[in-house]
């Protein structure tokens, strides 16, 4: 039994449900232990609830990003080391995300492999949530700051491969729907569904039919799959990386919001303000529900860092006014924000502010098929974040412990 004192933090509290004015959220070790209103703390708790000087702003859950390249001017594709990895993870814990999936991009297998090892230890010491492999079975002709010349042909063996090196942490794989050997009992799609892992379709010129065939076998292997993190499959940023819905060319983009309006399918937005405008975020949000959109960030190295050169995987990249784009030309390369910029991002773009936490942390938690994060309830891990009354963070807490 703990015998450590509860820790309590007051002010406006966001739940899954609600904003409480006066609330307070208290934690012991590592858990959290009471969240509610302020005024009907339990009897053990009224003291330290009473004697907690409000914040000037927001209690939040710590937040989930599914998608992260790095920060900090360290990049996961590029990491060769553990403390390079860990530069990136520190950059955004410190603006408020406490649960991190690490993304690589398209690279040769055996960069893969390497860069498979350095995060997977990284995992099993519980610093980041995961893995996610954005590539490298995409389409050439939608791959953005892909390298074209690492894209390979589906291989369901060398699929099964990364999940072996990855011990049970990789999360998500970004495929193109269309590409032969990507779908069917033998496909990639499969495989990931049985590693425990979740397909993500994105880069791809997939058209309508091929997209909603794809979503709908994914949901069936998941289903059939004993050790599947969750039920659902994701998208990966939708519009991002894909063709254009157009009234006669329809393409991807309509099933996908359709199947995850109908609970089918979870999709990333990067309502960063860049890479999709906040009026469409708003809509989308409206369209799909909280409980099927998950806000990521898709940052890289430039996160939290000035304008400048970067690197993401094989690519160079080019940072002017806070937009990464793939040096001498045009494709967005990823993004400069934390998740705490894409919330209030978001939410002034129209989202209310409950829902955009919900899918900033809620929705992606479901996703790593981890209910112990996520949200302020008692009895998961005691990861806060208190914001300033924009939504900027001025203490972040991760299991129990202040940084």
Known sequence: MSTASPRVVRGRVVTPTAVLDDGAVAWEDDRLTWVGNAGEAPAALREAVAAATPVDGYVLPGLVDLHCHGGGGASFPDAEDLDTARVAVAEHLRHGTTSLVASLVTAAPQVLRQRTGVLVALAEAGEIAGIHYEGPFISADRCGAQNPAAIQQPDAAFTRELLALGRGHVVTMTLAPEAAGVTGEDGVAGALAAGGALPSFG????????????????????????????????????????????????????EFLAAAADGRLVIELIADGTHLDPSLVRSFMEI????????????????????????????????????????????????????????????????????????????????????????????????????????????????????
């Open 203 to 254: 880069h791809t010129v997939a058209t309508a039919p091929q997209a909603r065939a794809a979503v709908v076998e994914a949901g069936r292997m998941l289903a059939d799959a004993p050790a599947a993190r969750s039920a659902r499959p994701t998208v990966t940023h939708l519009c991002n990386g894909m063709n254009p819905m157009h009234h006669r060319e329809p393409g991807p983009i309509p």
């Open 288 to 403: 799909a529900g909280r409980e099927n959109v998950a806000l990521v960030t898709d940052a890289m190295a430039a996160a939290g860092m000035p304008d400048g050169d970067y690197q993401l995987g094989s690519l160079a990249v080019t940072v002017a006014d806070g937009v990464a784009r793939l040096t001498g030309g045009t494709s967005i390369a990823g993004g400069t924000a934390h998740l705490i910029d894409v919330v209030r991002t978001t939410v002034a773009g129209g989202v209310d502010l409950v829902d955009a936490v919900y899918s900033a942390a809620t929705t992606p938690a479901a996703v790593l098929g981890d209910d112990g994060v996520g949200a302020l309830e008692a009895g998961r891990r005691a990861d806060v974040v208190v914001t300033d009354a924009d939504l900027r963070p001025v203490r972040v807490v991760k299991g129990g412990v202040e940084l």
